[in-house]
């Protein structure tokens, strides 16, 4: 239980069955889609729909990587507020981008009531203030919302409130977001490859890409066969590696860890959280939780930016989990668990064509939930002869980080270790 890969409480609560078999030859395909997460598997679904003959090869199985272990949370907004992206991009750019991320938001709920999935939604997100000294400038958040953007589901809840809904003391307010809420990650992903699956896409697991080879008709090399296709789409996020230079310098991984405690009422009535809500913090590296459906506390706090993973993931997590809640130190841990994300240098994900036959998207910065089945379909979209979306984020800034993919580790670690001290401090 206390290794990043050992089995979440989604992988054991989830199809436990569902299999595609691995690639076995050559084959072709109009589009091929490297990684079986919610990017890769919305633009294959999205394609398949379209009449579209595609293939997704996906190294593990569909849902191994973020999608399959996040925290579940469905946020609203882009992973940088309005506030900053109106003083970087302008007021009719950051309009535009809120617009985008309610569309994304959106179609989540599209999918799972088009295509039956059962993801366990329960909406209620709340955005709680870690320091008094930050209330302020979410109060003024909370208005800005809804005045500017017309949201009248973000609402400012004050510390005497707030902490019988979370039960516990620790923040200063908090904003609760109505229409955002939390789900169970894998069940939607692998809701996503079924209706991937019935619409006709060739979904393959235990198929690694090894080597990309572009030309006028690309070609993916697999261990145990070639695909070659007239477009290629990367949606391997912060675990593609060695691929594509071009996408893996704009986007650096990450690794972050989630524990689950044992069953203890929570998200009921008399237990911890009884409305229900996630909660995610004012932390640079961000605590996240919410109740299970089973009454869990699940819990996502602690991150490590060097390639050694914890040696007891549970005891990690734990130490943040009990700054929240310390009566649940003496609880028991059924899982824990670690996934990889992928930030960028601005924390706006890298969505675009990088050149002629080949679609990225990458680094979607902790807010994958609702962007990656979107940047999915917008790809798609692209595909099918509508890019105006795509265009929108391609035409964002995402500069590659310092050093390039070899020199990234070191850059990146003394700046967020710098800023993790500071949650500290
Ligand atoms: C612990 C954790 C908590 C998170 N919590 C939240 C949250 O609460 N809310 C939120 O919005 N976001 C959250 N995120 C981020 C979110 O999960 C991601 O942004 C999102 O899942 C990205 O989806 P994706 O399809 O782009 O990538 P992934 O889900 O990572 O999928 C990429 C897939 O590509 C495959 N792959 C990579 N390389 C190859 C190759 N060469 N050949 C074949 N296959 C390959 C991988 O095996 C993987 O399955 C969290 C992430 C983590 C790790």
Not at 174 to 195: I, Y
Request: proline share 6%; aromatic share 8%; net charge neutral.
């Amino acid at each position: 239980m206390n290794h990043p890969h050992a089995p979440s409480w989604y992988a054991e609560t989830a199809d436990k069955a569902l299999a595609f078999a691995p690639l076995d030859g050559d084959t072709r395909a109009d589009v091929a889609i490297i990684g079986g997460g919610y990017t890769g598997l919305s633009a294959a679904l999205h394609l398949a729909e379209a009449g579209i003959d595609v293939v997704l090869i996906e190294a593990e199985k569909v849902g191994w990587g973020a999608s399959g272990r996040n925290g579940g949370q469905l946020h609203s907004g882009q992973r940088r507020d309005q506030d900053w992206l109106e003083r970087r991009l302008g007021k009719p750019a950051a309009h535009d981008l809120w617009q985008l991320a309610e569309e994304a938001k959106t179609l989540v709920h599209q999918l799972t009531e088009k295509h039956g999935i059962d993801a366990e939604w329960r909406p209620g997100l709340i955005e709680a203030v870690h320091k008094a000294r930050l209330v302020d400038e979410e109060r003024h958040y909370v208005d800005k919302l809804n005045r500017d953007y017309g949201y009248a589901p973000a609402e400012w809840i004050d510390r005497r409130r707030l902490a019988p809904m979370i039960g516990s003391d620790a923040y200063f307010g908090g904003r609760l977001d109505r229409t955002a809420g939390h789900l169970h990650p894998l069940k939607f992903a692998q809701g996503l490859a079924k209706a991937a699956a019935k619409a006709g896409a060739r979904i393959h697991e235990q198929t690694a890409a090894k080597k990309l080879v572009d030309g006028e008709s690309p070609v993916i090399e697999t261990l145990r066969g070639r695909i070659k296709a007239e477009i290629v789409i990367l949606a391997g996020n912060g675990l593609l590696d060695g691929i594509d230079q071009e996408t893996e310098t704009r986007a650096m991984p990450i690794k972050n860890f989630i524990l689950t405690t044992e069953p203890i009422g929570a998200g009921g009535p008399g237990g911890l959280i009884p409305g229900g809500e996630a909660v995610s913090d004012s932390r640079f590296v961000v605590y996240y939780w919410r109740p299970t459906p089973d009454g869990r506390i699940l819990f996502g706090g602690g991150e490590t930016y060097t390639r050694s993973d914890p040696a007891d993931v549970a005891a990690f997590v734990r130490r943040h989990l009990v700054k929240i809640y310390p009566a649940l130190d003496k609880a028991r841990i059924d899982h824990a668990w670690g996934g990889t994300l992928a930030v960028t240098v601005n924390r706006l994900p890298f969505l675009r064509k990088v050149r002629s036959g080949v679609y990225a998207a990458s680094g979607y910065s902790g807010q994958g939930v609702a962007l990656a089945p979107f940047g999915g379909k917008i790809i798609a979209d692209a595909i099918l002869g509508d890019p105006a979306k795509l265009d929108a984020f391609a035409a964002l800034p995402c500069p590659r980080f310092p050093g390039g993919k070899l020199l990234r580790w070191p850059a990146l670690v003394a700046g967020m270790s710098w800023y993790a001290l500071r949650d500290r401090l």
